[in-house]
């Protein structure tokens, strides 16, 4: 669209000069020819555009006529012109009259205007760049609740476990803790909280003795049923290592890592880390217990020394994962967000599936309960995306699945496969530039300085936000993945769907 217009500028402006040139009687420059008299005016007397009229007189400025704005034109009109006439008049000797020259002067000007707007998105694009460098820097997530516990955690033992939180067609989640210093077990010991269980019948007359109140349950422990992966190790985080995807680092430094260090070949894509993703703090396989509910919620799947009728094997996976508040589903069972809260909330999913497309990652199971819900200070919903389970993360083949033959499965939940959409990144850019950016995107003519302009100013306004309060709230955060994933080309895109979807009828 911006070569276009720029042509056709420059076909204006040429028509503008023919008129003005036959206007005046006058020499010609016969483009290559000797100078002979004609009924329009050219360039000079004899000289050729940009070149002195003799030696020792000052160079011929080209009398254009052009507004002040063209100044790099009155400048490189003469370089365009010669290589105009050195690449095409001499094939064409017998129409170089004054139609000739308005066409080869209107299309330099046409690649005039097609360089200066290239320059001027070159511009756009540096200073986005660096606005993305400082927002990269300040996107940190926040530090590992087991961090100062680097080498602890990887077994079931270490964990106090509470009451079940959910369960899915393939786990089970329990609310869990580590006790922080010994008092605090002798404390979950006084109320029958002992590790790997929790309270089931406290006798009579001992209620007014709990005055140690029961400790909060910060983590969440999430139990796999194994049925076919076998019991050992290696077989269980080859047939699950899908759910390792979005480990850290520390989380598969324990017996994961001991166990790849054994395979001849690699584990799982690994996932970086995204404030709208879930992080997998430990990841361990341990003998499966018998937890709260077992025998009612999931029997089936219990090893046969727990329950007799089970299909279970006696040893499974556990990953060690922030507790949530909630699920989206049972979020959206309480509450109706407004439309603006909405569409915060699908921003945070739009920036949370960019991510797994940048690292080569497909979800393949998106859906309200696989998505966890904070809440921040004010109650607004921050989402995390969870449960890789059918995720596609192969390092081999990416994102592309080579089908055999007709009879393969893709994979993953078919019914919630997403149409193509613009890319998510350019999408998540709409409803940034829907929220933030109402009024620049208002103005009639958008130019490529007001929007850097502008990001300028939100910049700045979101450094100041995050300096000034001590918790982030979700519209800041927002703001700086926006400014962290800031890119010329997507944005652009972005900003010509909002103003050509807001212009149709």
Known sequence: MAVRQALGRGLQLGRALLLRFTAKPGPTYGWGRPERPGPAAGWGRGERPGQAAGPGTEPRRLGLGLPGRYRFFRQSVAGLAARLQRQFVVRARGSAGPCGRAVFLAFGLGLGLVEEKQAEGRRAASACQEIQAIFTQKNKLLPDPLDTRRWQGFRLEEYLIGQSIGKGCSAAV???TMPVLPQNLEVVKSIRLLPGSSPEIIPRGEEEEQAPRAPTFPLAIKMMWNISAGSSSEAIFSTMSQELVPASRVALAGEYGAVIHRKSKGGPKQLAPHPNIIRVFRAFTSSVPLLPGALVDYPDVLPPRLHPGGLGHGRTLFLVMKNYPCTLRQYLCEN?????????????????????????????????????????????????????????ADEHIGLQLPFTSWYVDRGGNGCLMAPERPSARVAANVLHLSLWGEHTLALKNLKLDKMIGWLLQQSAATLLANRLTEKNCVETKMKMLFLANLEYEALSQAALLLCSWRAAP
């Open 336 to 392: 109706t967000p407004s439309p603006r809260l909405a569409t915060v909330m699908t921003l945070q999913l739009l920036e949370g599936v960019d991510h797994l497309v940048q690292q080569g990652i497909a979800h393949r199971d998106l859906k309200s309960d696989n998505i966890l819900v904070d809440l921040d200070a004010d109650g607004c919903p921050w989402l995390v995306i969870t449960d890789f389970g059918c995720c596609l």
């Open 174 to 176: 329990y609310e869990a």
